[in-house]
T-cell receptor, first 115, second 117 residues
Framework: AQTVTQSQPEMSVQEAETVTLSCTYD???????LFWYKQPPSRQMILVIR??????QNATENRFSVNFQKAAKSFSLKISDSQLGDAAMYFC????????????FGQGTRLTINP | NAGVMQNPRHLVRRRGQEARLRCSPM?????VYWYRQLPEEGLKFMVY????????ESGMPKERFSAEFPKEGPSILRIQQVVRGDSAAYFC???????????????FGPGTRLTVL
């Protein structure tokens, strides 16, 4: 069974600094997607960034980038120039490409931004 | 383009009552997913539906829970005879269609917070 592990229950960073959130996963599949979702206090789930496992290039979206290490099954999220609005729960998620469409989520990391 | 709509946003039920949660997918989306989030936990998959079909219900509890996505109207998650342990946030997500290598991202609704007294 696929599992996703986020080993950091909480993280904090100073405003304008850079922070990295960790995620590891376990799968026997070779083709899959990885996602980071943000859940602010409103509880809305917002897609932050997406990575296809068959792509070697790390995905980037403005201040958000990932470090995807397929062999190590690691998928960390880097947030540059942290802003107060980045404060939220961050969830790493996995999904196979073929077959089951369900997302498998990690336990989440609560990110606090210190002004 | 309206996003995924869920209602009600908050639902309070007493033990033994029924809860009905509704989800209207984004326009053009024909796939619906339901997830449950217990306090301080990540989301757990419950069921995946297409119009008039349940594709994967591997995450649904065997009793009291059911889901449907009729040809017309929203998807419904129904919980019969609710218990306190059903208190959680229930999220619906939708995606356009399933293709071989499409990224068909799941877009989430705002969730329904169910409280069982």
């Amino acid at each position: 069974a696929q599992t996703v592990t986020q080993s950091q229950p909480e993280m904090s960073v100073q405003e304008a600094e850079t922070v990295t959130l960790s995620c590891t996963y376990d799968t026997s599949e070779s083709d899959y997607y990885l996602f980071w979702y943000k859940q602010p206090p409103s509880r809305q789930m917002i897609l932050v960034i997406r990575q296809e496992a068959y792509k070697q290039q790390n995905a980037t979206e403005n201040r958000f980038s990932v470090n995807f290490q397929k062999a190590a099954k690691s998928f960390s999220l880097k947030i540059s120039d942290s802003q107060l609005g980045d404060a939220a729960m961050y969830f790493c998620a996995y999904r196979v490409i073929q077959g089951a469409q369900k997302l498998v989520f990690g336990q989440g990391t609560r990110l606090t931004i210190n002004p | 383009n309206a996003g995924v709509m869920q209602n009600p946003r908050h639902l309070v039920r007493r033990r033994g009552q029924e809860a009905r949660l509704r989800c209207s997918p984004m326009k053009g989306h024909s796939h619906v997913y339901w997830y449950r989030q217990l306090p301080e936990e990540g989301l757990k998959f419950m069921v995946y539906l297409q119009k008039e079909n349940i594709i994967d219900e591997s995450g649904m509890p065997k009793e009291r829970f059911s889901a449907e996505f009729p040809k017309e109207g929203p998807s419904i998650l129904r919980i019969q005879q609710v218990v306190r342990g059903d208190s959680a946030a229930y999220f619906c997500a939708s995606s356009p269609y399933m293709t071989g290598t499409s990224t068909d991202t799941q877009y989430f609704g705002p969730g329904t917070r169910l409280t069982v007294l």
